[in-house]
């Protein structure tokens, strides 16, 4: 894992695209349990997490000085977040 993580060059763009890629796959599980288990019905949370791995992933990147693409793991962090409340209020 270290390789590949050093491989990756330090790009805001990069940081970008691993910051929308991941939470979409992760928030789209979550549809799929939210929309098939009925005891889930409600539990918004679940998108939350999705969103929430960024922190993880933007500290593992920090670890290994990818500053730029830190950064931009972090503005697809906002971007997402933003998504979110727009989909709660609207």
Known sequence: ??????KIN???WIGLAIGLI???ILCSIAYYII???GALAKADLLYIGGIAVNA??????FK???????QGI?????????VFF????F
């Open 74 to 82: 972090l503005a697809a962090t906002f971007v997402c977040a933003f």
């Open 22 to 24: 991941i939470p979409a």
């Open 35 to 37: 929309h098939h288990v």
């Open 56 to 61: 993880y992933t933007m500290q593992i990147f």
């Open 64 to 70: 290994f000085n990818k500053v730029k693409t830190g």
């Open 10 to 12: 330090d790009s805001v």
């Open 1 to 6: 894992m270290n390789e590949i993580l050093r």
């Open 86 to 89: 727009a989909y709660k209020v």
